[in-house]
Protein backbone atom coordinates (compact mmCIF):
# COMPACT_ATOMS: atom_id res chain seq x y z
CA UNK A 1 0.00 0.00 0.00
CA UNK A 2 0.60 3.30 -0.23
CA UNK A 3 3.07 4.82 2.71
CA UNK A 4 3.49 7.88 4.69
CA UNK A 5 6.65 8.41 6.74
CA UNK A 6 8.00 10.27 9.71
CA UNK A 7 10.64 10.34 12.09
CA UNK A 8 9.50 9.65 15.28
CA UNK A 9 11.38 12.29 17.54
CA UNK A 10 12.17 15.83 17.37
CA UNK A 11 13.65 18.02 20.08
CA UNK A 12 13.40 21.84 20.33
CA UNK A 13 14.57 24.56 22.73
CA UNK A 14 11.65 27.07 23.69
CA UNK A 15 12.03 29.82 21.31
CA UNK A 16 13.64 27.64 18.42
CA UNK A 17 11.93 27.04 15.46
CA UNK A 18 10.73 23.28 14.97
CA UNK A 19 10.43 21.35 11.19
CA UNK A 20 8.43 18.25 11.42
CA UNK A 21 9.09 16.73 7.63
CA UNK A 22 6.89 13.89 6.14
CA UNK A 23 7.38 11.53 2.76
CA UNK A 24 4.20 10.14 1.18
CA UNK A 25 4.63 7.93 -1.82
CA UNK A 26 1.56 8.30 -3.58
CA UNK A 27 1.72 10.71 -6.03
CA UNK A 28 -2.23 11.30 -6.64
CA UNK A 29 -2.63 12.79 -3.38
CA UNK A 30 -4.50 15.72 -3.80
CA UNK A 31 -4.49 16.76 0.16
CA UNK A 32 -2.34 16.42 3.17
CA UNK A 33 -3.17 17.26 6.69
CA UNK A 34 -1.08 18.03 9.80
CA UNK A 35 -2.64 16.76 12.67
CA UNK A 36 -1.35 17.20 16.53
CA UNK A 37 -2.27 14.91 19.28
CA UNK A 38 -1.80 16.07 22.74
CA UNK A 39 -2.08 13.72 26.19
CA UNK A 40 -4.86 11.71 26.52
CA UNK A 41 -6.73 13.23 23.68
CA UNK A 42 -7.86 12.96 19.61
CA UNK A 43 -5.83 14.30 16.94
CA UNK A 44 -6.88 17.65 16.31
CA UNK A 45 -6.50 19.35 12.92
CA UNK A 46 -3.91 22.12 12.82
CA UNK A 47 -3.72 23.37 9.18
CA UNK A 48 -4.14 21.55 5.60
CA UNK A 49 -2.87 22.03 1.71
CA UNK A 50 -3.56 21.19 -1.79
CA UNK A 51 -1.64 19.79 -4.00
CA UNK A 52 -1.66 22.66 -6.30
CA UNK A 53 -0.37 24.96 -3.48
CA UNK A 54 3.35 24.33 -2.37
CA UNK A 55 3.25 27.14 0.97
CA UNK A 56 0.91 27.81 3.36
CA UNK A 57 1.21 30.20 6.18
CA UNK A 58 -1.25 30.34 9.21
CA UNK A 59 0.26 32.37 12.09
CA UNK A 60 3.18 30.42 13.72
CA UNK A 61 2.69 27.47 11.58
CA UNK A 62 3.83 27.41 7.86
CA UNK A 63 3.08 24.56 5.97
CA UNK A 64 5.79 23.38 2.50
CA UNK A 65 5.07 21.01 -0.10
CA UNK A 66 7.53 19.68 -2.68
CA UNK A 67 5.73 17.73 -4.37
CA UNK A 68 7.82 16.64 -7.33
CA UNK A 69 10.11 15.33 -4.00
CA UNK A 70 6.72 14.15 -2.46
CA UNK A 71 8.00 15.75 0.55
CA UNK A 72 5.92 17.67 3.21
CA UNK A 73 7.41 20.03 5.86
CA UNK A 74 5.37 21.49 9.26
CA UNK A 75 7.54 25.00 10.31
CA UNK A 76 6.41 25.82 13.56
CA UNK A 77 8.12 29.09 14.54
CA UNK A 78 9.20 30.58 18.20
CA UNK A 79 8.01 26.92 19.61
CA UNK A 80 6.53 27.01 23.18
CA UNK A 81 6.04 24.30 25.53
CA UNK A 82 2.69 24.13 24.67
CA UNK A 83 3.46 22.68 21.17
CA UNK A 84 4.56 19.57 22.48
CA UNK A 85 3.00 16.81 21.34
CA UNK A 86 2.67 14.27 18.54
CA UNK A 87 2.12 15.85 15.28
CA UNK A 88 0.82 13.49 12.36
CA UNK A 89 1.05 13.76 8.64
CA UNK A 90 -1.88 12.30 6.10
CA UNK A 91 -2.91 12.31 2.96
CA UNK A 92 -5.45 11.29 1.12
CA UNK A 93 -6.35 10.58 -2.63
CA UNK A 94 -9.97 10.98 -4.15
CA UNK A 95 -9.89 8.16 -6.38
CA UNK A 96 -8.63 5.92 -3.88
CA UNK A 97 -11.59 3.36 -3.51
CA UNK A 98 -11.08 2.81 0.22
CA UNK A 99 -12.55 6.37 1.02
CA UNK A 100 -8.89 6.40 3.51
CA UNK A 101 -6.53 8.96 5.00
CA UNK A 102 -3.48 7.58 5.35
CA UNK A 103 -1.43 8.80 8.66
CA UNK A 104 1.98 8.44 9.34
CA UNK A 105 3.16 7.13 12.56
CA UNK A 106 3.31 10.77 14.15
CA UNK A 107 6.28 12.59 15.17
CA UNK A 108 6.68 13.45 18.93
CA UNK A 109 7.73 16.99 19.64
CA UNK A 110 9.32 17.69 22.83
CA UNK A 111 10.02 21.40 23.79
CA UNK A 112 12.91 22.08 26.35
CA UNK A 113 12.52 24.84 28.47
CA UNK B 1 -20.31 22.32 20.76
CA UNK B 2 -19.64 18.81 21.65
CA UNK B 3 -17.78 17.64 18.31
CA UNK B 4 -17.35 14.20 18.18
CA UNK B 5 -17.87 11.89 21.68
CA UNK B 6 -16.74 8.47 22.69
CA UNK B 7 -17.43 6.40 25.18
CA UNK B 8 -16.17 4.93 27.45
CA UNK B 9 -13.05 6.62 27.40
CA UNK B 10 -10.82 3.39 29.14
CA UNK B 11 -12.26 -0.48 29.66
CA UNK B 12 -10.78 -3.77 30.53
CA UNK B 13 -11.99 -6.70 28.60
CA UNK B 14 -10.95 -10.63 29.64
CA UNK B 15 -10.41 -12.79 26.57
CA UNK B 16 -13.38 -13.60 24.50
CA UNK B 17 -15.91 -10.56 26.02
CA UNK B 18 -17.30 -8.71 23.96
CA UNK B 19 -18.41 -4.82 24.16
CA UNK B 20 -19.76 -2.13 22.27
CA UNK B 21 -17.92 1.76 21.36
CA UNK B 22 -20.25 4.24 20.88
CA UNK B 23 -19.32 7.23 18.56
CA UNK B 24 -21.46 10.45 18.56
CA UNK B 25 -21.47 13.29 16.52
CA UNK B 26 -23.65 16.61 16.46
CA UNK B 27 -21.87 18.04 13.30
CA UNK B 28 -24.22 16.40 10.76
CA UNK B 29 -21.00 14.84 9.25
CA UNK B 30 -22.37 12.25 6.62
CA UNK B 31 -19.12 10.21 7.15
CA UNK B 32 -17.59 8.54 10.39
CA UNK B 33 -14.68 6.21 10.92
CA UNK B 34 -13.38 3.50 13.56
CA UNK B 35 -9.62 3.86 13.35
CA UNK B 36 -7.48 1.83 16.14
CA UNK B 37 -3.66 3.56 17.22
CA UNK B 38 -1.26 1.14 18.19
CA UNK B 39 2.04 2.96 19.06
CA UNK B 40 4.62 3.57 16.11
CA UNK B 41 1.95 2.87 13.71
CA UNK B 42 0.59 5.88 13.66
CA UNK B 43 -3.84 5.29 12.84
CA UNK B 44 -5.16 2.31 11.12
CA UNK B 45 -9.04 2.52 9.74
CA UNK B 46 -10.85 -0.46 10.74
CA UNK B 47 -14.26 0.99 9.44
CA UNK B 48 -15.90 3.76 8.08
CA UNK B 49 -19.54 5.07 6.90
CA UNK B 50 -20.58 7.36 4.08
CA UNK B 51 -24.06 7.79 5.76
CA UNK B 52 -26.70 6.49 7.68
CA UNK B 53 -27.15 2.87 7.17
CA UNK B 54 -24.09 2.06 5.49
CA UNK B 55 -20.88 0.65 6.44
CA UNK B 56 -17.58 -0.24 4.64
CA UNK B 57 -14.30 -2.11 5.81
CA UNK B 58 -11.23 -0.34 6.10
CA UNK B 59 -7.60 -1.37 6.23
CA UNK B 60 -7.70 -3.52 9.60
CA UNK B 61 -11.73 -5.20 9.82
CA UNK B 62 -11.36 -7.81 10.93
CA UNK B 63 -12.84 -8.98 14.61
CA UNK B 64 -14.62 -6.18 14.61
CA UNK B 65 -18.16 -5.17 13.82
CA UNK B 66 -19.66 -1.64 13.40
CA UNK B 67 -23.17 -0.29 12.70
CA UNK B 68 -24.78 2.80 11.35
CA UNK B 69 -28.38 3.13 12.49
CA UNK B 70 -28.45 6.87 12.87
CA UNK B 71 -26.83 9.42 11.02
CA UNK B 72 -25.47 10.67 14.15
CA UNK B 73 -24.00 7.34 15.77
CA UNK B 74 -21.45 4.74 14.54
CA UNK B 75 -21.02 1.85 17.12
CA UNK B 76 -17.73 -0.64 16.86
CA UNK B 77 -18.63 -3.90 18.28
CA UNK B 78 -16.16 -6.95 19.19
CA UNK B 79 -17.64 -9.50 19.42
CA UNK B 80 -14.83 -12.03 21.18
CA UNK B 81 -12.06 -9.59 22.25
CA UNK B 82 -8.73 -10.91 21.40
CA UNK B 83 -5.28 -9.47 23.54
CA UNK B 84 -4.67 -7.99 19.83
CA UNK B 85 -7.17 -5.49 20.47
CA UNK B 86 -5.17 -4.00 22.93
CA UNK B 87 -5.15 -0.55 21.52
CA UNK B 88 -6.48 3.47 22.04
CA UNK B 89 -9.54 3.47 19.79
CA UNK B 90 -10.39 7.20 18.07
CA UNK B 91 -13.89 7.79 16.31
CA UNK B 92 -13.81 10.62 13.25
CA UNK B 93 -16.25 12.35 11.18
CA UNK B 94 -16.32 14.21 7.92
CA UNK B 95 -18.84 16.50 6.32
CA UNK B 96 -18.63 14.64 2.84
CA UNK B 97 -15.37 12.46 1.88
CA UNK B 98 -12.21 11.84 3.95
CA UNK B 99 -10.73 14.77 1.34
CA UNK B 100 -12.19 17.15 4.19
CA UNK B 101 -10.60 17.33 7.56
CA UNK B 102 -12.07 14.84 9.73
CA UNK B 103 -12.79 15.48 13.74
CA UNK B 104 -11.46 12.89 15.76
CA UNK B 105 -13.20 11.94 19.65
CA UNK B 106 -11.28 11.82 22.67
CA UNK B 107 -10.53 8.32 22.50
CA UNK B 108 -11.06 4.86 24.10
CA UNK B 109 -8.68 3.45 25.97
CA UNK B 110 -8.95 -0.39 25.20
CA UNK B 111 -7.04 -3.47 27.10
CA UNK B 112 -7.56 -6.83 26.85
CA UNK B 113 -6.18 -9.30 29.52
Known amino acids: GEDVEQSLFLSVREGDSSVINCTYT??????LYWYKQEPGAGLQLLTY?????DMKQDQRLTVLLNKKDKHLSLRIADTQTGDSAIYFC?????????????FGAGTRLTVKP | NAGVTQTPKFRVLKTGQSMTLLCAQD?????MYWYRQDPGMGLRLIHY???????AKGEVPDGYNVSRLKKQNFLLGLESAAPSQTSVYFC????????????FGDGTRLSIL
Open chain 2, 49 to 55: SVGEGTT
Open chain 1, 90 to 102: AETNPLDNNNDMR
Open chain 1, 26 to 31: DSSSTY
Open chain 2, 27 to 31: MNHEY
Open chain 2, 92 to 103: ASSYRGPNQPQH
Open chain 1, 49 to 53: IFSNM
